[in-house]
């Protein structure tokens, strides 16, 4: 039967021992592999599927800065160069101009629209886009009358799906640590939990595995194999993938985890069902565990203070403007928000050099999404 771990850390009883002693090697690690796949075979999974639609018009205030978020790589909601107010009235003779980190803004631009109406809207946005946009508006409310002239400031925000992932750490009863078997079984164990996981589109990655003496209460040493894994899905867009439920990568993470904590439940049932001893190498029951880890794209980061109605975003904005003018502009905003688990892009004086969750502060950098200083 399986060796139990007891909540309470107290004393961890593994029979079988000496039994599993006289058995060879190389038995020893077929029938361990046996009882792994019998575990990956007992899994079944479901899959999910979700559709979006964006169809967001947004207006602007002369007041102060629209803040606006745009996913990554799509279409951005169509950016209107009027205000409230002026949305209801008929203009004469408008005149529409759009400039933005890079300067003039025309259609003739690849990744931008501006319609006859001074509508703005990016297709395939990327995180240099971001940044600060200001829309020249000339116009009449009567023919007879001078013209009148406003402007319109936004702040254009990328984003992204927020990068999740389980950090998975388990122990094993080993062999000698020095043993090649230990190393061989990690990548056993790594190749299975893989193929488990596998068709939703989900990755398993060693990241480091460590071999211990382990002095036992009441009891001599024990080796011991501490592996520790890294759970991650990959965006997707085939729904095929999943046509019943959500299929976006949280909802996915959620399915690997539940197929590994089965799949362990399941090795340990099996073991017990079995009449054949302990083999050298086995779970040690009680010890798997599987912490969920937030993680932003580098030059993305979480900013409460400068993001307060979104704590909880990754922020990008990659756009030209220096510092001092974008935090003006900054000061006072009014919020178009996505998601609050969705991710936004590091805005200047600050960078995110790595996967981490929070924007570091660099006076000298003068970008939005910034991953150096």
């Not at 602007?60 to 009235?89: A, E, W």
């Not at 190393?183 to 990755?203: H, N, P, R, W, Y």
Request: aromatic share 8%; with cysteine.
């Amino acid at each position: 039967m399986a060796a139990p771990r007891s909540a309470g850390g107290g004393a961890r009883v593994r029979p079988g021992a000496t039994a599993a002693a006289m058995c060879g090697p190389g038995r020893l690690m077929l029938g361990l592999l046996i009882v792994l796949l019998q575990a990956v075979s007992a899994v079944q999974y479901s899959r999910s599927a979700e559709s979006r639609s964006n169809s967001l018009k947004i207006v602007g205030s002369i007041l102060f800065p629209v803040k606006v978020y745009v996913k990554l790589d799509h279409s951005s909601p169509h950016i209107l160069c009027v205000t409230n107010h002026l949305r209801n009235s008929e203009l004469i003779d408008p005149v529409f101009r759009w400039n933005g980190p890079g300067g003039y803004l025309s259609s003739e631009n690849s990744s931008v629209q501006i319609s006859p109406t001074g509508t703005l809207i990016f297709g395939h946005f990327r995180s240099d886009l971001s940044g600060v946009y200001t829309c020249s508006l000339v116009y009449k409310l009567i023919a007879a009358q001078p013209d009148k002239r406003l402007t319109i400031k936004y702040l254009i925000y990328a984003y992204s799906d927020p990068q999740y992932y389980y950090e998975l750490t388990v122990q094993y009863h080993a062999a000698p640590c020095n043993s090649f078997h230990n190393t061989s079984f990690g990548k056993a164990l790594l190749q299975i939990l893989s193929k488990l996981v596998a068709d939703l589109s989900c990755e398993i990655s060693l990241i480091k595995s460590e071999c211990h003496h382990v002095k036992m209460q009441r009891g001599g040493l024990q080796n011991e194999m501490f592996f520790t894994f890294s759970v991650t899905c990959l965006d997707t867009e085939n729904d095929k993938l999943c046509p019943q439920s959500p299929c976006d990568a949280p909802h996915r993470l959620y399915k690997a985890k539940d197929l590994i904590e089965r799949f362990f439940k399941k090795e340990v049932e099996l073991r017990k069902k079995s009449s054949e001893p302990l083999p050298e190498i086995y779970y040690i029951e009680g010890t798997l565990q599987m912490v969920w880890v937030d993680r932003c794209y580098p030059g993305y980061g979480v900013n409460a203070v400068r993001h307060p109605d979104c704590p909880e975003c990754c922020v990008n904005s990659s756009g030209k403007k220096n510092a001092r003018e974008a935090s003006k502009s900054l000061l006072r905003v009014n919020r178009i928000l996505p998601a609050s688990t969705d991710e936004v892009i590091c805005s200047p004086r600050s960078y995110n050099p790595s996967n981490g969750i929070h924007c570091l502060q660099c006076d000298t950098s003068l970008i939005y999404g910034a991953t150096t200083c």
